[in-house]
T-cell receptor, first 114, second 114 residues
Framework: AQSVAQPEDQVNVAEGNPLTVKCTYS??????LFWYVQYPNRGLQFLLK??????LVKGSYGFEAEFNKSQTSFHLKKPSALVSDSALYFC????????????FGQGTTLQVKP | EAQVTQNPRYLITVTGKKLTVTCSQN?????MSWYRQDPGLGLRQIYY???????DKGDVPEGYKVSRKEKRNFPLILESPSPNQTSLYFC?????????????FGPGTRLTVL
């Protein structure tokens, strides 16, 4: 069965420090991977995606993600965290078949402290 | 501005009272979908629609109905809401049912069923 796991409910980091939000996946075939961010009382906003090609994907707001096929991981990273990055982050993988479904992880709350 | 809108944003209702949550997109997207977000579970797909008059069940369709009479609108109907449908609901759309197309999400509707 296809699945996505985000092993950390919350990640705390000091402003200016690098951040990593972890994601691992389980799919059959080639994975199509996404990161979304949810700010309080807002919908999900697309950050970046991996379809094929370079393992390091750059996205919005200075975020990037590293695809690692052997470890089935797609960790979200940022070199220098901002307080405004504090939000709920979701990793997702495109489901197989023709449903267009995104399979989401349970979400990781990122807390960046000044 | 390209967007997905949902109404209402917040709703408190009682068991058994029929309700409709509207979703509209102005991007001429063929594909639309409904998800519910519950703590610790991420987002799960309720129903999806490939195009006008084409709808199908997602992972958690019980207790819900949808319709797609127009391309821009995809309402979610709860004929007889129950407390276990208390959740945060998101509508999403994308231009084509292709793996590399990210989905655009509405702002969410927080539903409480008493």
């Amino acid at each position: 069965a296809q699945s996505v796991a985000q092993p950390e409910d919350q990640v705390n980091v000091a402003e200016g420090n690098p951040l990593t939000v972890k994601c691992t996946y389980s799919v059959s075939g080639n994975p199509y991977l996404f990161w979304y961010v949810q700010y309080p009382n807002r919908g999900l906003q697309f950050l970046l995606k991996y379809i094929t090609g370079d393992n390091l994907v750059k996205g919005s707001y200075g975020f990037e993600a590293e695809f690692n096929k052997s470890q089935t991981s797609f960790h979200l990273k940022k070199p220098s965290a901002l307080v405004s990055d504090s939000a709920l982050y979701f990793c997702a993988v495109r489901g197989s078949g023709n449903t267009g479904k995104l399979i989401f992880g349970q979400g990781t709350t990122l807390q960046v402290k000044p | 501005e390209a967007q997905v809108t949902q109404n209402p944003r917040y709703l408190i209702t009682v068991t058994g009272k029929k309700l409709t949550v509207t979703c509209s997109q102005n991007m001429n997207h063929e594909y639309m979908s409904w998800y519910r977000q519950d703590p610790g579970l991420g987002l799960r797909q309720i129903y999806y629609s490939m195009n006008v008059e084409v709808t199908d069940k997602g992972d958690v369709p019980e207790g819900y109905k949808v319709s797609r009479k127009e391309k821009r609108n995809f309402p979610l109907i709860l004929e007889s809401p129950s407390p276990n449908q208390t959740s945060l609901y998101f509508c999403a759309s994308s231009s084509q049912l292709a793996p590399n197309n990210e989905q655009f999400f509405g702002p969410g509707t927080r539903l409480t069923v008493l």
